[in-house]
């Protein structure tokens, strides 16, 4: 397994679970093809971690990275540990209640904040008004196996199958994680502490 460390793409930072163009096999993608919401995300997983390699595609995420990031409890952007308390957004979606937590893996605050500002769908979010920040304990959170279609048949690519298979031998996907506690936070907050952080360089 390949170290997850902090990626930049001309100049400016890229999550570390964004999908590359060298990872994609984009003709035919074999795993997940999950489709998010109104924002058409997929989340996808051909068997190839080289992050970095090609071009970030950022309406992509790498199936693998999203599952390490949250299993290390890393930030989704920097790679780096997390602290004691972390920002996970949401869409509006929830699960008995609470914040169901999909894409907007934990992060560190000055991460989210550069996020924010630089990512068009989460501008999006903000103006629609469907975007929730959240300040959030790590670890305070419930993870959910989402279970998958998988592609059969002469596409089917049992190596990327195994990968993704979970204890009990489903195809699963995620993790969605539902956050326990929670508190919430202004996204304009989180960009001004990001563009605060940034001057100080
Ligand atoms: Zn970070």
């Known amino acids: 397994m390949i170290a997850l460390a902090p990626i930049t793409w ?19 993608p074999r795993v997940l093809r999950e489709r998010w919401g109104g924002d058409r995300l997929l989340i996808i997983d051909d068997g190839v971690d080289a992050p970095g390699v090609g071009r970030p595609l950022f309406t992509r995420l790498h199936h693998g990275r999203c599952r390490r990031v949250v299993q290390a409890r890393l930030c989704q952007i920097c790679a780096q540990p997390l602290g004691k308390a972390c920002i996970a957004i949401s869409h509006g979606r929830t699960h008995a209640g609470h914040p169901l937590i999909r894409d907007g893996y934990p992060m560190h605050d000055a991460c989210a904040g550069r996020a924010l500002t630089a990512c068009p769908a989460l501008q999006r979010g903000i103006t629609d008004r469907s975007l929730r920040c959240w300040l959030v304990p790590t670890g305070q959170w419930a993870r959910l196996w989402v279970k998958i279609g998988i592609a059969t048949g002469k596409d ?46």
């Not at 690519?157 to 202004?186: K, Y």
Request: hydrophobic content about 45%; cysteine-free; charged content about 30%.
């Open 156 to 201: 089917a690519d049992e190596r990327v199958n195994d990968m993704v298979r979970g204890t009990d031998g489903q195809i699963v996907s995620g993790p969605d994680l539902v956050l326990l506690r929670h508190t919430p936070m202004r996204a304009d907050d989180l960009m001004a502490l990001a563009a605060m952080e940034d001057a100080g360089r």
């Open 10 to 28: 001309r100049g400016a930072p890229v999550p570390v679970i964004t999908m590359w163009s060298g990872e994609a096999d984009l003709r035919k």
